[in-house]
């Protein structure tokens, strides 16, 4: 008795499977393929929500999402929420890649073989924040802030943390004594903090005023030449400098 | 009496040929009307699509139509060439690339098209496959007003590969020939002539157009207000 149960569920089990390969998107009338087209749209929507939380969670916190689930409070639904909206024989579940700054490529097989939908998975037309590369979907940051908070996490493969920890990289934050969560971003010759080349409001980046160090034998120092041009620098002693585009040059 | 029948008999043949022909030519009327119809809202249809996503409306899919398209209310039918018994797999007025197709035997589908084509001054060139015709429709003047956009943003993905690929450690030259590989050589307009006298092959308006993108790609770098692309631009600024 037992094994004719058994030998039902395997038949039942393998025709499950038999039908779910069976399907081609490619033979599906208008209203089937549109529908198909939709939830396609649907998971790139997903993806671009995404990539704009990863922006909202680094500018809030200075670092890189480790996982998914810590944008599940930006994004205001958890990754099982958001799972259960895709069509599982279509689309792979999430993975995100923090540290990397990608999602993994979604399409199942059965959904890939059908050529125009894949290129219009791939292609750029419903993507502003996303794009593939390497079998990966890659996140785009928009703001300047942002931009610029990745690149200095990115050159030190640390995320910024307080400079008061000893184990923050040469860049890191620091809360103002004066204010209430306002933090400057501190950029130190090396990770042992010995000397300070600059410090900033983030939001002061893109045009300043930036501190900066009063030794001009430091100017060459990468972290000056990655400077935006035209943003206004004030010195240790108070002097006024601006940085051009092959030097920081002191206005008189 | 047998006069009689065969005067009816004529008579009404003659009504059933002549309302089975006029039935006929009121249909290929429809037909055409239709197909002109169609061709209106599929090319309304992409000049929403190209403003909406900085696309060029010619690399727009048929796909892309169906998901732009409302669900149900039949609008399938404006992708029909015959929309009384078609359907999308063997009645399609656009194949998947939305380029039109009509039988080369349908002179007066062919004419519908052909006028509208002319009416709204698109640059057409044509393939033959069997006794099907492929319509490849050129950017109108209309379109062109987005290519400069359509430049811009290929810098802008440009500029993101070039950071994936320095964070990847690829060496400058295999940077330069992806820069190279991305150039959007159909949608820059200018014809990159220092003189209007001068005259290039086709070579020359490559590598011209080659530069011409390098140096926009400089430009964005420089008028940027961020560190990452300070430091593409210090890596890259003798090669753009």
Known sequence: MIKIYMFISIFICSSLVANTNEVDTRTFDFEQRQEVLQELKNVIQQEESIAKAYEVYLLENYKRPASFTDLSSVLGISLNSMILENNSDYFKNIVLDGAKKSINYRLTSLIEKDTFLKNMYESDTFRKKTFIYNNKIQIILESNLAKNIYNLINTQNKNLISCDNPLSGKYCIKKDLTGVNKDHIYIYETSLKNRLLMYYYPKNYEKGPIVIIDDISFYDNIEFKELPLGVVLYDFEGEKYLKTKSTIRKVK | ?240
């Open chain 2, 1 to 240: 009496m047998i006069g009689n029948i065969w005067v009816s008999s004529a008579i009404v043949i003659t009504l059933v040929f002549t309302a089975s022909v006029s039935y006929k030519a009121y249909e290929d009327i429809q037909n055409a009307k239709n197909i002109q119809q169609s061709f209106e809202l599929i090319t309304e249809i992409k000049e929403l699509i190209s403003k909406q996503y900085n696309k060029d409306p010619s690399q727009i899919t048929r796909d892309e139509i169906i998901a732009f398209l409302p669900k149900g209310k039949n609008w399938e039918k404006i992708l029909l060439s015959n929309r009384r018994s078609g359907n999308i797999h063997n009645d399609s007025l656009l194949n998947e690339n939305a380029e039109f197709i009509i039988d080369e035997n349908e002179k007066i589908k062919l004419l519908a098209l052909k006028a509208k084509l002319k009416e709204y001054g698109m640059q057409t060139s044509t393939t033959q496959n069997g006794t099907e015709i492929n319509f490849q429709i050129g950017m109108t003047n209309k379109n062109s007003l987005h290519e400069d956009e359509i430049v811009q943003n290929r810098v802008e993905k440009t500029i993101e590969l070039i950071s994936l690929a320095m964070q990847n450690s690829n060496s400058k030259s295999s940077i330069v020939e992806m820069i190279e590989n991305n150039t959007p050589y159909s949608v820059i307009y200018q014809d990159m002539k220092n003189l209007d006298s001068e005259s290039l092959t086709q070579s020359q308006l490559k590598e011209r157009k080659e530069a011409y993108f390098k140096n926009r790609i400089k430009q964005k770098l420089l008028s940027s207000k961020n560190s990452r692309d300070m430091k593409i631009y210090n890596e890259l600024k003798d090669e753009l």
